[in-house]
């Protein structure tokens, strides 16, 4: 139901220059999708490390000055009492934590949705103390005139979901955090239903259970109310250990069309399906059985994180849906399918 762009990949690090001249663009994944003036636009997470240099250890971080970030660069001797060497994610110095690699968005322009443009500045960069650690895999939904941008902020307290809106894609207002640290894979639905905005969210279980699908609803985009658990992981290779929402559902004739991802066997990322009822989209109607894109290709299996598929953003044309999808945490890849069809084959799969 799914074919892969022939011109795949779309993105890779190399269309992107760094944030820093000191940085290396490391991967350009995960993109948010919409259109504006007549083109997609691509909200990248843009992953950078600093290259090593022998006997010593840099990394990136952020320094913070009147509400802005500003990247930075620790570079110390590797024998330097004061470093501790956590693992491959990172270093502590002088008692505080630092990571090897900072994320942040970056905006990406094209006309045809295939061939684009790199802005070479930031979109979002991390901006306070809550955002120290990177800013990633950000969703668009738009409503009215008006942008709605959440995203993943990481710090030292966590990782947890915020929002910020945009009517131009040059100027961007952050409202802060809207659901409890830790949860992530926001996705808010395109249209007010029965009179509330409703989301799809990813709270992190510590205790009993694996990671889930939950459904939310809100009478201003800030405060959510109303949890519930919609969907679990499936005791399969696909799933086994967590699932999590992807892109903002899309209205098909048949109910809401969601494709969120599965982590299996060998921390493996997939693709599935999922039909919610149109005016309920609490209640699901079909969930796919196998699924619709899994790691096949060189640029799926090879790179930071080999065997990932990830989709958090996707535009609809004349029905069909261009599904914007980031490979092995390195690049971005494009699928397309028809939108109706899709739909049609979920629910006679039941």
């Not at 970030?69 to 330097?80: C, H, S």
């Not at 306070?128 to 710090?155: C, H, M, P, Q």
């Not at 699908?213 to 005791?235: F, K, Q, T, V």
């Not at 899309?250 to 009822?277: A, C, M, N, P, V």
Request: aromatic residues 10%.
């Amino acid at each position: 139901m799914i074919k892969r762009h022939p011109e795949n990949p779309l993105i890779t690090a190399a269309d992107v220059p760094p944030s820093n001249p000191a940085y290396r663009v490391r991967g350009a994944f995960n993109p948010a999708a919409t259109e504006y003036n007549g083109e997609i636009i691509l909200l990248l997470r843009v992953a950078e490390d600093v290259p090593p240099q022998e006997g010593r250890i840099a990394v990136p971080y952020v320094t913070f000055t009147d509400g802005k970030g500003r990247p930075d660069v620790l570079d110390v001797a590797l024998d330097d009492p004061d470093v501790q060497l956590k693992d491959t994610r990172g270093v502590v110095y002088q008692g505080q934590d630092y990571l090897s690699t900072l994320s942040h968005i970056r905006l990406a322009r094209s006309s045809d949705g295939i061939r684009f443009s790199v802005d070479p500045e930031p979109f979002l960069f991390p901006a306070d103390e809550t955002e120290k650690f990177g800013v990633e895999d950000a969703r668009i939904t738009r409503l009215g005139e008006t942008w709605w941008i959440n995203y993943t902020a990481v710090s030292e307290d966590g990782w947890y979901t915020k929002l910020a809106s945009t009517r131009d894609f040059k100027t961007v207002e952050r409202h802060g955090c809207i659901f409890h640290p830790q949860n992530k894979d926001v996705s808010i639905f395109p249209e007010k239903i029965n009179g509330k905005y409703c989301a799809l969210h990813r709270p992190n279980n510590s205790g009993f259970g694996r990671p889930s699908i939950w459904y939310a609803e809100s009478p201003d985009l800030i405060h959510w109310g109303n949890h519930r658990c919609l969907i679990r992981p499936r005791d399969t290779e696909y799933e086994r250990l967590k699932i999590g929402g992807g892109a903002p559902c899309i209205r098909t004739s048949k109910g809401w069309l969601q494709i969120y991802h599965g982590k299996g066997d060998g921390e493996r990322y997939s693709l599935f399906g999922l039909l919610l009822d149109a005016d309920h989209p609490d209640r699901v109607i079909a969930r796919g059985e196998k699924p619709l894109l899994q790691p096949e290709m060189p640029y799926e299996n090879e790179g930071f994180f080999p065997g990932v598929v990830f989709t958090n953003g996707i535009v609809e044309r004349n029905g069909m849906l261009y599904i914007y999808y980031g490979a092995a945490d390195g690049i971005t890849a494009l699928a397309t399918a028809d939108k109706e069809e899709l739909a049609a084959a979920l629910l006679h799969s039941r």
